[in-house]
Nanobody
Framework: VQLQACGGGCVQAGGSLRLPCAARGHTLRSYGMGWFRQAPGKEREYVAVISWSGATTFYVDSVKGRFTISRDNAENTVYLQMNSLKREDTAVYYC??????????????????????WGQGTLVTVSS
């Protein structure tokens, strides 16, 4: 499975960005999908996850109410809509496929080790 995330860029605080993550070579329909981010000098951090059907989503507390994860299985694409961006959201954002385990188990969804396929990352820079 090849995942390609894009849509990053530079935006002012309070602005919005939408990150698409498209899959090539395999359908994502069976997989939970997550977004992670890594800021300079920090560890990779779980941001959001969505079930294979799109019916269930979870978010890290710091983005609740601002970010929305969604998916279009017909287009084999997952999205992260980011609103009210803050400087602390500056990071490289990665999409990833959770091929084993349920997203309802917290230890599964927040651990990068649970995800088998990763996109290359897209840089989001939020300026004040």
């Amino acid at each position: 499975v090849q995942l390609q995330a894009c849509g990053g860029g530079c935006v002012q605080a309070g602005g919005s960005l939408r990150l698409p993550c498209a899959a090539r070579g395999h359908t994502l329909r069976s997989y939970g999908m997550g977004w992670f981010r890594q800021a300079p000098g920090k560890e990779r951090e779980y941001v959001a996850v969505i079930s294979w059907s799109g019916a269930t989503t979870f978010y890290v507390d710091s983005v609740k109410g601002r970010f929305t994860i969604s998916r279009d299985n017909a287009e084999n694409t997952v999205y992260l809509q980011m609103n009210s961006l803050k400087r602390e959201d500056t990071a490289v954002y990665y999409c990833a496929a959770l091929t084993k385990g349920s997203i309802r188990v917290r230890s599964n969804r927040i651990s990068a080790r649970s995800y088998d396929y990763w996109g290359q990352g897209t840089l989001v820079t939020v300026s004040s």
